[in-house]
């Protein structure tokens, strides 16, 4: 062969307490090539990249770097063979500035061996400047938008210089925009001859960036295709093992009365959401579509009672609801899958069965108002079944899941407390082809039992394909309302960017 | 081979029950050391009464560090309510008693100790889950307080002479069960019941896990904080009665330094600092376990000296232990 590849892991296995998560995987990386790694939920793909970067230790196997076998300790050590990775949980300081997370580990250091924290900034400057990203090397970086946050870390991953860049799910808190900046960087970084290896659940990625496929199963690699060779159906069925289904399904809704009304919401922050008005009906989904820094989730936040709001009304079945707390709004039978699924979602350290029924204690009392805990788990299996949840055991910690199985018990959550009205943030983040169909299938059948459905979603295909209505915020205000008949990706961009 | 994976499984179990193994691990230690004579039920039945009052505290802060808070005040705040306990628990015809001449009911010191107690609580929770003070400021100046305000009511005096029958309180026994030991069964029942059968007590490990979460989950984490200092205080409230009981007096040295022994029991109990785990089991387990090293070290005769040093220590390698188990590795 003539070719040395600048990546090679062979025959890597590594296993956890009850899992294989890795059987003998080899994977194979051309320099100045975009590699994508697919699979399913819990296929193994962040654990064989953390075997790579040095955060697991594999039981078996080896790893060649330009052809030279490396074992990484950690890390630090991979950092500085020249592997760099951006992660798929964000994994920043949130107190310190951008500057001090982009030198983290490696600050520079100035004559007395103090941080040259002007060094600093000045370099974090540059090298934002040069990725073209907008953003104060001085400001807390906690205080930055999720998605503003994810790109802080690609610039991260960029600076080590590294030869092979690893991106576990970037572009899963991205919008469109940003995802084509994302692809303006990785092509600069195939470019200068990098191998850079990519993980997404969103095929249109897959198809418009990459070069070559790899795709995992339960554990195993399946094989390496050229992405010019495949099509969407092959790899899905490739993925699943099966026949690849449908993209969205087909439910029969009759949209009702009204069920949540919203009048002029306005956020006290004058840069946040002003002046919001919309309606939700019964049997009806609602998409939000917009832009980051659109306000999307702010506005959602507001409605359940986690953020204030200045002025404005929220009626819930015609009444008004005064004082929005998050305990009412669930009293009201509203339920909310947030977006930052880290920060506001999972409980690490409790077991799966624990984090589904968290939200629902209230209806599993017995007379004497103790806890019902055998009805509370069935309850809680019965909804990871339903989303085929994958994990060992119910009493296994939620941290211990890959991060689409950690969506899916979330989801089973907000599910298990029958709400009326779902506000889902961002629902298929980070979730696989196959159960992404089956939360389509799932939202659908709320939707029929005359429930009502908001989504916030940055996935246009997903926008369009399930929404009866599009209402698209920008810079905060409702720049309109689309029927489905309206729904295109134009029209919904036309709005999301009218302040523009 | 063999060996090998004999070293792993017993490598498992230790992670997995750590404080378990630590106390039998010592239990087993001291009674071959002592040819099995520390193991007789009289000096264990002393153990388990020594150790009593300590469980109160420990639980009550077993509780606030699982919602990832922490109670320095602990200490004091016992010292207190024992000496309010015992004011309302002297002998009428005792000259200096603070309210000399009068007699009250067996009621009244034990109501106005876990008042004492309570009120401390809802202090502390007060400024903690409302004014959002960080539990270490919040309960390091109640802390003070608490002990100024025991040297205001007792004027720096010993409370003592205390009547026979609320002595009695702690000092009887049921059969050859000592009451103390009965009161700490009842009520380690009833947290057990809080954390493990409660929505509460499952909000509890949720806040501690991960507020922001809780809060979203329509979780009221202002509201149960404060409760959990609330349950805190009474526990304190309940130690300061027994503890002015069984000693028959209180001054301004009772239960100095409760806070830390309670806080290394629990610790020890794999009540994790970083909040979201623990159970009473465990919380027992720590102050027995704590309570054996002391107990073990005297009836072998080590130097008091050494006794501080072999408590560090074994304080680091359990939570050592702990910590390995929950660490985060991604
Ligand atoms: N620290 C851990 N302890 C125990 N099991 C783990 C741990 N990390 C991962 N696993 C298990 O290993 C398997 C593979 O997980 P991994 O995170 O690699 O999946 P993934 O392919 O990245 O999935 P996703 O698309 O959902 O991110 C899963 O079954 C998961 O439960
Ligand atoms: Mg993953």
Known sequence: MDTTFALEMEGITKTFPGVKALDEVTLRVKPGTVHALMGENGAGKSTLMKCLFGIYQEDKGIIKLNGKEHRFKDSHDALNQGVSMIHQELSNVPERSVAENLYLGREPLNKFGLIDHKKMNVDTSTLLKDLEINVKPQVRIGSLSISMQQTCEIAKAVSYNASVVVMDEPTSSLTDNEVQHLFKIINQLRDQNVAVIYISHKMEEIFAIADEVSVMRDGQMIGTYDVAEMTNEKLISLMVGRDATLRFPEFKSNVGEVLLKVENLSSPNPRSFQDVCFEVHRGEILGIGGLVGAQRTELMEAIFGVRATSTGKIYVDNDEILNMTPRKAIDHGIGMITEDRRGSGIFPLMNISSNTSIASLKEYLNKLHLLKHKEMKEESVRYNKALRTKTPTMETLIQNLSGGNQQKVIISRWLMTLPDILIM???????????????????????????????????????????????????????????????????????????? | MEMKKLLNDSKKVATQYTTWVTFVGLLLLLSILTNGQALRWSSIRNLLIAESVRSFAALGVGMIIITKGIDLSIGYVVCLTASVAASFAQNPDYSSAIYAGQSFPLIVPIIAAVAAGGLFGLFNGYLIAYGKLPPFIATLGSMSIAKGLQLIYTRAAVVGSLNQNFKNISQGSVGPVPNLIIYVAIVAFIVWVLLKHTRQGTHFYAIGGNAQAARVSGINVERDLMMVYFYAGLLYGTAGTLLASRLGLANSLTANGMELDAIAAVTVGGVSQNGGVGRVSGMMVGVFTMGLINYGMSFLGVDSYYQQLVKGFIIIVAVYFDMKKYARRA
Do not use: W
């Not at chain 1, 009502?452 to 979603?457: E, H, L, N």
């Not at chain 1, 599009?470 to 302040?499: H, P, W, Y």
């Open chain 1, 425 to 500: 943030d961002e629902p298929t983040r980070g979730i696989d082809v196959g159960a992404k169909y089956e939360i389509y299938q799932i939202m659908g059948q709320l939707v029929e039992q005359g429930k009502a459905i908001i989504m916030v979603s940055s996935e246009m295909p997903e926008l369009i394909g399930m929404s009866h209505r599009v209402m698209v915020l920008c810079s905060g205000k409702c720049t309109g309302v689309l029927d489905k008949s309206e729904c295109t990706q134009e029209n919904i961009m036309r709005l999301a960017t009218k302040f523009m």
